[in-house]
Every structure is written in structure tokens, then in C-alpha cells.
């Protein structure tokens, strides 16, 4: 079993910035993928931003290349989403999840059902 906890949303303006952390517990030995979704109020789940923790390899969204980063810190065990000149169109509960599915370390995977592990999310609110 693995447990995620996100920390860091929060209400900003329109251009700043935000950094949400992601602590990870558990059996964390089984999952090598880790990824961020996002879901806005009567919208779909939806993938922003993924990594592979041994291969370091990470693929993001078209909406928000060159805006967010993710990356990971081996020794907390925790993963981040540093999230910049952001926009009132990011506003939306914000997940991060893992996944066991060895093939998403290879090609990445893009879709909520590849994902075996949910932290609860955290709200992140972009005012214009």
C-alpha cells in the first residue's frame, strides 16, 4: 500500500507562483511513475504533468509546458510541481498519484486509469 499527501495549494494572482509537494509512504518500492493530474469544477480529470523516478524522464501538458516543473527529492521521498506564471484557467483541485504499471516508466502514461495511488488534492485558486 502507498499513501500520498499533497501540500502547498493555495489562493494566488494571476503570474505568480506556487509549489505543491507530494510525500509519499508506504510501499513505495512497487510504484516508479509519478504524476500530477488536475480537475476543475464540471470538468474531467486531467493530466498535467508526469515523472519517472529512476529514469528521471518527464512529460507534460501542452497547457502548461514551459510554466510547470515536476520533479522529485529521492531522499523525502517526495515529488513537486512548481507551478509559474500561473493563470486563472489553472485553478482546479490538484493530485498527485503513482502508479506500479511498469510500462508508464518507458512511455509515460497520460490517463487517470493507469494510476494506482491518489493523495486527497489540494486546492490551488488563480484570482485575475
Known amino acids: 500500500q502507498v499513501q500520498l499527501v499533497e501540500s502547498g495549494g493555495g489562493l494566488v494572482q494571476a503570474g505568480g507562483s506556487l509549489r505543491l509537494s507530494c510525500a509519499a509512504s508506504?510501499?513505495?518500492?512497487?510504484?516508479?511513475?509519478r504524476g500530477w493530474f488536475r480537475q476543475a469544477p464540471g470538468e474531467e480529470r486531467e493530466f498535467v504533468a508526469s515523472?519517472?523516478?529512476?529514469?528521471?524522464?518527464?512529460n507534460y501538458a501542452d497547457s502548461v509546458k514551459g510554466r510547470f516543473t515536476i520533479s522529485t527529492d529521492n531522499a523525502k521521498n517526495t515529488v513537486y510541481l512548481q507551478m509559474n506564471s500561473l493563470k486563472p484557467e489553472d485553478t482546479a483541485v490538484y493530485y498527485c498519484?503513482?502508479?506500479?504499471?511498469?510500462?508508464?516508466?518507458?512511455?509515460?502514461?497520460?490517463?487517470?486509469?493507469?494510476?494506482?495511488?491518489w493523495g486527497q488534492g489540494t486546492q490551488v485558486t488563480v484570482s485575475s
Open positions: 508506504g510501499r513505495t518500492f512497487s510504484t516508479d511513475g
Open positions: 498519484a503513482a502508479t506500479e504499471f511498469e510500462h508508464c516508466s518507458v512511455y509515460g502514461c497520460f490517463r487517470s486509469s493507469e494510476y494506482n495511488y
Open positions: 515523472i519517472s523516478w529512476s529514469k528521471g524522464t518527464t
